[in-house]
């Protein structure tokens, strides 16, 4: 596993959004295939180029592994999408979502220990290392990091900067943190709902002329 040590508070929010038009009926599936996770904790630096090989050769020996590893990952993805999402909006977590992200926490936090970096001379949190096989938990190592960052987000004071695009209408369901100078961000992007949004009351506004 690449850094585990430092936790990244979003890595959760970016993970609930390989969901597009999460709010609505009819949202798209980023993550068709276990390869679609791999290659996205690659590029959110959750695990290395060559822990990805590795990760797809043991998916593709084990196809069955391979869709429940799919499954899991999908049911960890919604959960944490609708306890952010509920939360966001001043309500309070489904029991069965708390409960599930709390099975997971225990998982993570079992294989979690503290580690010396002798250069810097400092302590982190790290990650057990585990064996390569085709058999049991393979693909914690994704998504124990997406647990742990929840759980810190969820605890942290920038849990109320946390918010779900303001595109309702459409149910765009885009999650992030407001890092914005005066916390006003509203769209996930000014380019895709922000430009829509714009567009609508526009359109709206000449409408009523
Ligand atoms: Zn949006």
Redesign the pocket.
Known sequence: MSSGSESRLDICLHFSNTKDWHGSEHPVEKLQKLSDLISWSVKENIIDKPSAIAYLRASEADSNEAKAALVGARDLRESIYRIFSSFSHDRAPQENDLHFLNQNIARAFSRQELMYNQRRKEFHWGWKKQEMKTSGHNFDQILLPIVKSAADLLVSDKLHLVKE???ET?G???LFIDSSKNHSRR???MR???N?SKVRSYYERNKQR
Do not use: K, L, V
Request: charge should be negative.
């Open positions: 695009c303001a595109n459409e765009c369901g885009w769209w996930c992007s895709d709902c922000g829509r």
